[in-house]
């Protein structure tokens, strides 16, 4: 169960949000028409000082945009307000030197595009970063675990 929570949160990280108008992004009172009373007070609780709050409730989450400290999150929960994580894209220079050693030897040809890390405040695995590399034909997630390990997640189509 848990390992399907992390694959939609990740595939909602890596997908692109289009509103339909035009671009212009709904009210946060607006955006929490559909969001769990429970997952609200959650999020009101964990990011106090949360600014540009914008949430989207999908058929298998919820999940929280907003900015604090000039840094941008996002937050999920699951359809009953339980917190499941919170990411951020970080500079890949951020993991260690011996994981992008393994990772430029490994997967030679590839570009690094994008890290995000995932902080799920759990004790088994607290943070995860996700690492998507690219080359002229196929695009892959690696996911780095806080004891360095590297190992595929996911092939991006």
Do not use: H
Not at 18 to 36: C, I, L, Y
């Amino acid at each position: 169960m848990k390992k399907l929570f992390i694959t939609a949160a990740i595939a909602t990280m890596f997908s692109v949000t289009a509103f339909a108008d035009g671009g212009k992004k709904p009210s946060t009172e607006a955006s929490e028409k559909n969001v769990t009373l429970a997952a609200l007070n959650q999020f009101k609780s964990d990011f106090k000082s949360a600014d540009n709050v914008l949430w989207t409730v999908t058929p298998s989450c919820q999940k929280v945009s907003f900015v604090d400290n000039n840094i941008d999150y996002t937050a999920f929960y699951n359809l009953s307000g339980d917190y499941l994580g919170v990411t951020q894209n970080v500079a890949y220079t951020t993991l260690a030197a011996s994981v992008r050693t393994k990772i430029a030897k490994n997967y030679q040809g590839y570009k690094v595009s994008d890290v995000i890390k995932y902080d799920t405040r759990n004790i088994e695995e607290p943070v995860v970063y996700f690492v998507d590399v690219k080359n002229a034909t196929s695009e892959i997630v690696l996911k780095v675990t806080d004891d360095n390990n590297i190992s595929y997640f996911k092939r991006v189509k």
